[in-house]
């Protein structure tokens, strides 16, 4: 769950702010899987939900998006949340606290069975999480059928080496922000790109995510990349909590239903830029808005 508190600025250590507003909503996973499943995609969630309000809440809102729930829920905790704060700008700011969904098991992850054709996305969160080496044992044994995404997250820099390079060398394709990727090599987005995939070639592409800027966008048949810019142009951001877990959702959807890596970012980009345009993390618009978005900005 996120707890997100709207502020003029974030608040000196030790001092204080009146908030502008506030909310409490499901989100962590739900934001990609809701994302991929309003583009039309069938989505479940490998993880655990507690027994709580917090775990009562996110079923919730995953029955209402049609997302299917792979695990029952645990009977011995809740679903932990997240404390955000989003400034005037609209960027966020986030303390994470775990819950159930923080301790997955081997019994829980051998029971899931997946199917070639299958997408698996993985937050680097479940790395950092205390299951780390549970969550990466299951996602580099994953059969070679299934088509991996891999997101760092915000908390890359403080990943195991040793969980997070068999991830790596497991992914099909790499998400990750302007900011992680510099975290990762003290590089560029662009420049960035290419050495992480000069470094893992058995990735089919990455995906650098540059804000309002769009996204840049390498493959292993160019090694290059290009820049994807928002179709469009950028929009005015008013909260950015879940723009990216909005581009990786509609990204996935897109390229599972067969449209280019390149279709599939402009895709994303657009997504992403119409979800910072309102309140919440689970902001992606529905396929039809998309559809009509790149219509008129073609």
């Known amino acids: 769950m996120d707890v997100v508190a709207f502020v003029p600025a974030l608040p000196e250590q030790g ?13 962590g996973a739900f934001n990609v899987l809701a994302a991929a499943a309003r583009h039309g995609m069938r989505a ?7 027994t709580g309000p917090n775990g009562d809440r996110i079923r919730g809102a995953f029955h209402a998006e049609h997302i299917e729930l792979l695990l029952p829920p645990t009977e011995d905790g809740d679903t932990g949340f997240c404390i955000g704060l989003v400034d005037a700008s ?21 029971g899931v ?5 299958d997408v698996v996305y993985l937050s680097g969160y479940e790395l950092a999480f205390a299951h780390g080496r549970t969550a990466a044992r299951w996602f580099t044994a994953l059969p070679d059928g299934v088509t991996t995404v891999f997101d760092p997250g915000p908390l890359v820099a403080s990943l195991r080496p040793h969980l ?13 922000n ?5 975290l990762m090599t003290g590089l560029g987005p662009a420049a960035a790109a290419q050495v992480l995939l000069r470094d893992h070639p058995s990735l089919a592409g990455i995906i650098v995510r540059t804000g309002p800027d769009g996204c840049w966008l ?4 160019d090694g290059v990349g290009r820049h994807v810019p928002v179709p469009g142009g950028p ?48 902001t992606a618009p529905p396929r039809v808005q998309l559809d009509l978005g790149l219509h008129s900005s073609a």
Do not use: K, M
Request: aromatic share 4%; with cysteine.
């Open 218 to 221: 390498v493959t292993e048949t």
């Open 235 to 282: 929009r005015r951001a008013v909260d950015t909590t879940g723009a990216g877990d909005c581009h990786v959702g509609t990204f996935i959807a897109s390229l599972a239903e067969g449209f280019s890596a390149v279709e599939s970012v402009q895709r994303a980009n657009l997504a992403a830029a119409l979800s910072v345009t309102r309140r919440g993390p689970a």
């Open 164 to 176: 997070l390079e068999p991830v790596l060398r497991r992914a099909t394709w790499l998400s990750l």
């Open 15 to 27: 001092g204080d702010v009146l908030a502008e507003a506030s909310e409490t909503s499901a989100a």
């Open 44 to 50: 479940g969630l490998v993880g655990r939900h507690g």
């Open 113 to 117: 069975v997946t199917d070639e054709g």
């Open 178 to 182: 302007e900011r992680e990727s510099h």
């Open 90 to 110: 609209g960027e966020r700011t986030y303390v994470t606290v775990p819950g159930v969904d923080g301790s997955l098991t081997d019994d829980d992850l051998d």
